[in-house]
């Protein structure tokens, strides 16, 4: 990695960190630089305004879920299996990106789900797509296949699943709260397997 692409990467772990913990809007070009050592003007070689410097996080926080979450999951047949993974991951995920802010995925769904513009437009159309991705995997769930709304309804379940967990470990400190969203994730396959 050259120079340049290093400090770009630094700088957006920085932003990233910083807004998990404090929020994509809050964060500001002055206090990312200063933690990475850079001036203002140095950061501007990089990005040339605050938008762009929070597009580019949001753009690499999902390219990194995709990574850590789905991609070892795509080796695996369609179905159970692959979902146990998916979850499995999701859980990780959420447990050590950012761990001192969390999961920068689920505060800006908070932040932005009520503030139109890119931001917002590039985490909506990612949600829509993953949550397709789930629909796909719990309709090769059964045979005959799930319907649309039986596997909207699961995927919904997962992600919610997955929201607890993450309210439950973190603002709760609940130290049962990964083994409850395992416990009521495996429920979940078992109870759409057999069709109830």
Known sequence: MRKGEATRARILQEAARQAAVRGLSVVSLNDVAEAVGLSKSGLFKHFESKEAMQLAVLETTLERFTAFVWAPAAELPPGRARLETIFERWLTWSEVENAEGGCLLMSAGAELDDQPGPLRDLLQAQQRRWLRTLQREFTALTDPPLSDRQARLAAFQMKS?????????RLLEDADARALAEAAFHDLLDRTARGD
Do not use: A, P, S
Request: charged share 20%.
């Open 161 to 169: 699943f997955v929201f607890g967990h993450n309210d439950n470990r």
